[in-house]
């Protein structure tokens, strides 16, 4: 019992640059606390206490804010950050050195018994606000981003964003760079996407990118060939999006929007 107590504390360490000493996480995380009340009831529950356990289960949730049903299965070195909302169902199992941040639910899809909640292999990340429902089966390793809704098994080591949840992949260095030469030549810009990993709407975006980027490739080819021939050179270069004046092809149109400037 003190060396799992002993493990739980040192993960917190691990994983929180702001705790700062032992005092201060026993007496200050709630995330820690949760555990402790978990462990205890689900030792109870084991013993067929069952009353007792779901009684200390929802004295821990009144306490803490985080609701654990007591005949969850957790690994060892959990850690819940910060804690608030957490939902974690009956029939869940958690592998080692899990973290789940606030808000997060593993929940089930159906009020049929038996196997209800999903199971989280070792190492999973689970970020503030991510809803993982069913009884699915999430790999070592998985990163599950902040507000993702996970209905289907994830396979190890991928990274899951998105409602419901996508697989993202991180991209190559000459993808990226051939990806933002189109995107800054065109006027487009993954706002507030990262870099790094290809959000499902931002990867359906630049697909279309990589065809135009192609397209203009072997355009421009054509144009210096026939310039090369003797034709007349071609001027590639696309007008500034900010700056394109769009003139209706109705003369009606055009004549009121004149009469309008």
């Given at each position: 019992m003190f060396k799992r107590l002993k493990s739980d504390i040192k993960c917190v360490f691990?994983?929180?640059?702001?705790?700062?000493?032992?005092f201060e996480v026993l007496t200050t995380y709630p995330g820690l606390h949760a555990i402790l009340f978990y462990r205890l009831a689900h030792t109870f529950w084991g013993w067929h206490l069952k009353w007792l356990a779901r009684w200390l289960s929802g004295f821990a949730r009144w306490l803490t804010g985080i609701e654990i049903h007591p005949a969850a299965k957790i690994g060892d070195r959990f850690?819940?950050?910060?804690?608030?909302?957490?939902?974690?169902?009956?029939?869940?199992?958690?592998?080692?050195?899990?973290?789940?941040?606030?808000?997060?639910?593993?929940?089930?899809?159906?009020?049929?018994?038996?196997?209800?909640?999903?199971?989280?292999?070792?190492?999973?990340v689970v970020g503030a606000g991510a809803k993982v429902l069913g009884p699915i089966v999430v790999g070592d390793d998985v990163r599950i981003g902040s507000n993702a809704v996970v209905l289907k098994p994830v396979e190890a080591g991928q990274t899951v964003v998105g409602i419901p949840g996508r697989i993202v992949n991180a991209k190559s260095e000459d993808v990226k760079e051939r990806r933002q030469k189109m995107a800054q030549k065109i006027g487009f810009d993954a706002y507030g996407v990262s870099q790094e990993m290809s959000d499902p709407v931002e990867k359906a975006i630049y697909s279309l990118l990589d065809h135009i980027q192609v397209q203009d490739e072997k355009l421009e080819k054509m144009a210096q060939e026939l310039a090369r021939l003797g034709g007349t050179e071609i001027d590639m270069e696309l007008p500034n999006l900010d700056d394109a004046v769009l003139e209706p092809s109705d003369p009606e149109q055009a004549a009121h929007l004149k009469h309008k400037k």
């Open positions: 691990d994983r929180d640059p702001a705790a700062r000493n032992t850690f819940i950050d910060h804690g608030m909302g957490v939902v974690i169902g009956e029939t869940a199992e958690i592998g080692d050195d899990c973290t789940l941040y606030h808000g997060v639910t593993l929940g089930g899809t159906s009020w049929q018994p038996g196997k209800r909640h999903p199971t989280l292999g070792n190492g999973v």
